[in-house]
């Protein structure tokens, strides 16, 4: 069955310290990648995609991802976490088949510390 | 200016009760799209519009029927509401349906609450 998995449940970094929000995934074929933030009480919103290329890719709000085909991974980054970083982030999979649903982690809680 | 809105915000009701839940997209796609998202903040799509016709009916309940009277509505209709009905539904749209590689849109939210 075709999979995301995000391992962590939260992540925890201190203002200023870089950081990383773990995704790896199972899908054949070669699917396109998403990374979405979730506030409290909001609807998802978008931060990234990978298609194809580079890949290191950038986002909003100074995110980044950076997509490994051998390990089928694609980790969300970002050098210098801020407060307001802290929120929900999901790590999404479209798989290139069409008509299939995107597949979602399960979320990672990211809690920046001052 | 919402791109993706949803009413209402928040619906709380008696078990056995029929409820509607509607969104509008002005965005100016063509695929929408019904998730719900349960306590553990655990993510499932429910059903996929492209062009106001279904193309994903995932594994749900019949007593949820999604309508679209076109392109920038959908709605989602519950009868006989039941206790696991109580999530958060989410309403998103996107341009050039699922297997893309475009972003979906969210819309904030309808927080269901059966009592």
């Known amino acids: 069955a075709q999979s995301v998995a995000q391992p962590e449940d939260q992540v925890n970094v201190a203002e200023g310290n870089p950081l990383t929000v773990k995704c790896t995934y199972s899908v054949s074929g070669n699917p396109y990648l998403f990374w979405y933030v979730q506030y409290p009480n909001r609807g998802l919103q978008f931060l990234l995609k990978y298609i194809t290329g580079d890949n290191l890719v950038k986002g909003s709000y100074g995110f980044e991802a950076e997509f490994n085909k051998s390990q089928t991974s694609f980790h969300l980054k970002k050098p210098s976490a801020l407060v307001s970083d802290s929120a929900l982030y999901f790590c999404a999979v479209s798989p290139p088949q069409a008509g299939t649903a995107l597949i979602f982690g399960k979320g990672t809680t990211l809690s920046v510390s001052s | 200016d919402t791109a993706v809105s949803q009413t209402p915000k928040y619906l709380v009701t008696q078990m056995g009760n029929d409820k509607s839940i509607k969104c509008e997209q002005n965005l100016g796609h063509d695929t929408m799209y019904w998730y719900k998202q349960d306590s553990k903040k655990f993510l499932k799509i429910m059903f996929s519009y492209n062009n106001k016709e279904l193309i994903i009916n995932e594994t749900v309940p019949n007593r949820f029927s999604p309508k679209s009277p076109d392109k920038a509505h959908l709605n989602l209709h519950i009868n006989s509401l039941e206790l696991g009905d109580s999530a958060v539904y989410f309403c998103?749209?996107?341009?050039?349906?699922?297997?893309?590689?475009?972003?979906?849109?969210f819309g904030d939210g309808t927080r269901l609450s059966i009592l």
């Open positions: 998103a749209s996107s341009q050039g349906g699922q297997g893309g590689n475009q972003p979906q849109h």
